[in-house]
Nanobody, 117 residues
Framework: QVQLVESGGGLVQAGGSLRLSCAASGNIFSINAMGWDRQAPGKQREVVAALASGGSTNYTDSVKGRFTISRDNAKNTVYLQMNSLKPEDTAVYYC???????????WGQGTQVTVSS
């Protein structure tokens, strides 16, 4: 079993910052990648940021320059630092985990981020 526990969501004014955390535990032997997806009301889920085991990162265009993904390997924890938040960043944010020995990714329960204008 693999568990992903997210924290750090909340309500913030536009221009503010939040830091999301996601701790992975359980039968984790080799992580391929960790990341964050989000889903806004009435919209499809999208990949926000991803961090591969080798250190390479990817961001969706709308967050480049504002969001930073990082990871503490010793704690199997991934972070998403979100700066200059905009109302359009409002969504439920899900932590994602990809293992090298599993064909299926894992998702956390989601944490709500609300940005007021």
């Amino acid at each position: 079993q693999v568990q992903l526990v997210e924290s750090g969501g909340g309500l913030v004014q536009a221009g503010g910052s939040l830091r999301l955390s996601c701790a992975a535990s359980g039968n984790i032997f080799s992580i391929n990648a960790m990341g964050w997806d989000r889903q806004a009301p009435g919209k499809q889920r999208e990949v926000v940021a991803a961090l591969a085991s080798g250190g390479s990162t990817n961001y969706t265009d709308s967050v480049k320059g504002r969001f930073t993904i990082s990871r503490d390997n010793a704690k199997n924890t991934v972070y998403l630092q979100m700066n200059s938040l905009k109302p359009e960043d409002t969504a439920v944010y899900y932590c994602t985990l990809s293992l090298t020995d599993s064909p299926y990714p894992y998702w956390g329960q989601g944490t709500q981020v609300t940005v007021s204008s």
